[in-house]
């Protein structure tokens, strides 16, 4: 086959456009889809290993490319949040499908990045046959800190200095309706003091 024939694009609730490849099993009918998702900064590629991994089980394969990413669409990035919107946009790309295609079991496979977009996603997903982490964001909050302090994967690039970083991200997971734990963040401000950032800012409600 050629990749052409293996690619697919569809829309997510919210506009963007999105590219998937699908790959059938090695052998047999499936048994199952698994839709997996990469990481930061990542694409389809990085998740081909797992997938092959899954087609020798026997399952059908769709390798989503996340908003901001290869192929698909540009959108404000939200670490997690507003990616859920991709991954439903797969599972709804996957059900909708006629025949027994859209009614085999599915499981959500991520990487990174991949496992707060699938995390998000798995409430809204119903009869959801299982679900696969790699590497999980325990802290998408302090991710995205790590991020903006050291650049992308430790490289110069953007960057954001304290406090502007600490009221950015703040004002984000107000604006998206993101909680964080009283663990979450002492184990943030800890970290934070050990990079010498005694300065970061945290609010809480009232």
Same mark, same amino acid.
């Given at each position: 086959?050629?990749?052409?024939?293996?690619?697919?694009?569809?829309?997510?609730?919210?506009?963007?456009?999105?590219?998937?490849?699908? #790959?059938?099993?090695?052998?047999?009918?499936?048994?199952?889809?698994?839709?997996?998702?990469?990481?930061l900064f990542r694409g389809a590629m990085e998740i081909e290993t797992p997938g092959a991994m899954f087609r020798d089980l026997g399952c059908e394969v769709v390798?989503?490319?996340?908003?901001?990413?290869?192929?698909?669409?540009? %959108?404000?990035?939200?670490?997690? #949040?507003?990616? %859920?919107?991709?991954?439903?946009? !797969?599972?709804?790309?996957?059900?909708?499908? /006629?025949? !027994?295609?859209?009614?085999?079991?599915?499981?959500?496979?991520?990487?990174?990045?991949?496992?707060?977009?699938?995390? #998000?996603?798995?409430?809204?997903?119903?009869?959801? %046959?299982?679900?696969?982490?790699?590497?999980?964001?325990?802290?998408?909050?302090?991710?995205?800190?790590?991020?903006?302090?050291?650049? /992308?994967?430790?490289?110069?690039?953007?960057?954001?200095? +304290? /406090?502007?970083?600490s009221l950015a991200l703040t004002a984000g997971t107000r604006v998206l309706g993101i909680e964080r734990s009283p663990e979450q963040i002492a184990e943030a401000?800890?970290?934070?003091?050990?990079?010498?950032? +005694?300065?970061?800012?945290?609010?809480?409600?009232?």
């Open positions: 086959l050629q990749v052409d024939d293996l690619r697919t694009h569809f829309f997510t609730v919210d506009g963007v456009t999105l590219r998937a490849f699908v #790959f059938e099993p090695r052998h047999g009918e499936p048994r199952a889809t698994v839709i997996l998702v990469h990481g390798l989503l490319e996340l908003r901001n990413h290869g192929g698909s669409g540009r %959108a404000p990035a939200t670490f997690g #949040f507003r990616e %859920a919107n991709d991954v439903l946009a !797969a599972v709804d790309f996957v059900r909708k499908r /006629p025949g !027994a295609a859209g009614t085999r079991p599915l499981i959500l496979f991520g990487v990174s990045l991949g496992t707060a977009a699938i995390g #998000f996603a798995a409430p809204k997903v119903e009869h959801l %046959a299982g679900i696969v982490v790699d590497a999980p964001l325990a802290d998408a909050v302090a991710t995205a800190h790590r991020m903006l302090r050291d650049g /992308p994967r430790g490289r110069a690039g953007f960057t954001m200095p +304290q /406090p502007f970083r401000t800890r970290q934070a003091i050990d990079a010498g950032e +005694q300065d970061l800012v945290t609010f809480r409600p009232g």
